[in-house]
């Protein structure tokens, strides 16, 4: 394996994980402790981790941003079960948009036999939908960036201003509980908020991961969301806050319903 290879291994490792130690990568590589503090050496001067005593733990700034592409194959089964989720609450013949997050993007395999407007800036989306004769597939235009595999920009913003939704999934940075939902970055929290404000109904989706994160930039507050799509259980304070904003919190309690 090559050194880019290995490194590579090692973000979506930091990502999952949040933290490893210099040992057990060695270990699960094959290589000598020294080559994998080499490895983190290079990560640690891209801003991707800080390193500590015997390993390392993944870089947590406000305006620190993961490409999609290493988000994409993380917590397949937890996006899987909330897109199941997220398709109970779509109709035949529904105006919906689908932003560009990878959690999102698993929901196109559930609605694939639907017939739908479906309305996204996402890359993921064009490519799983485009060929399907039974979705209307509708793309904002502007900006393409790669690394978040989607559109943004002024065009975009344009296009939202113009456009009205039955219903809109995304995601986000993170969740903090005093102070509202986060993107990373300025372009994705500007889209997101014009996103909101055009759709008659707002589903947010967010694993466990994005509890208690901050990011660089205020999306909205929780009153401004209608319904919030999780993998897993809520604790009290968390509970609290989206009873009190009005948000329908859709978890683990319908999954074990389904099961």
């Not at 700034?61 to 089964?77: C, E, G, N, W």
């Not at 344009?158 to 939902?181: E, M, Q, V």
Request: hydrophobic share 40%.
């Amino acid at each position: 394996m090559l050194s880019f290879q290995r490194r590579e291994q090692i973000k979506q490792m930091l990502i999952k994980q949040k933290s490893i130690t210099v040992t057990a990568v060695a270990e699960q590589f094959g290589v000598s402790d020294e080559t994998i503090r080499r490895d983190l050496n290079v990560l640690s001067d891209e801003g991707f981790c800080n390193k500590t005593y015997g390993g390392a733990f993944l870089a947590t700034r406000s305006t620190s941003h993961i490409p999609q592409r290493m988000k994409k194959d993380l917590f397949v089964d937890e996006k899987r079960f909330m897109a199941k989720i997220a398709a109970s609450f779509i109709r035949p013949k529904d105006c919906i948009f689908l932003d560009h997050s990878t959690t999102v993007s698993e929901l196109c395999h559930e609605i694939k036999s639907m017939s739908l407007t479906v309305v996204t800036n996402s890359l993921w989306v064009i490519s799983e939908l485009s060929d399907l004769e039974n979705i209307d597939l509708v793309v904002t235009g502007g900006h393409c960036r790669t690394m978040d595999r989607g559109m943004f920009g002024q065009e975009t913003l344009n296009f939202l201003n113009h456009h009205y939704f039955d219903k809109a999934f995304f995601s986000c940075r993170g969740l903090n509980i005093d102070n509202g939902i986060f993107d990373a970055s300025e372009h994705t929290a500007s889209f997101h908020q014009a996103l909101i404000d055009r759709a008659a109904e707002t589903f947010l989706m967010a694993d466990h991961t994005k509890f208690g994160v901050a990011g660089f930039i205020n999306i909205t507050s929780y009153s401004e969301i209608d319904n919030f799509i999780t993998d897993s259980q809520l604790d009290a304070s968390w509970q609290e806050i989206f009873e009190t904003n009005g948000v329908k919190v859709l978890n683990t309690l319908a999954r074990d319903t389904q099961n």
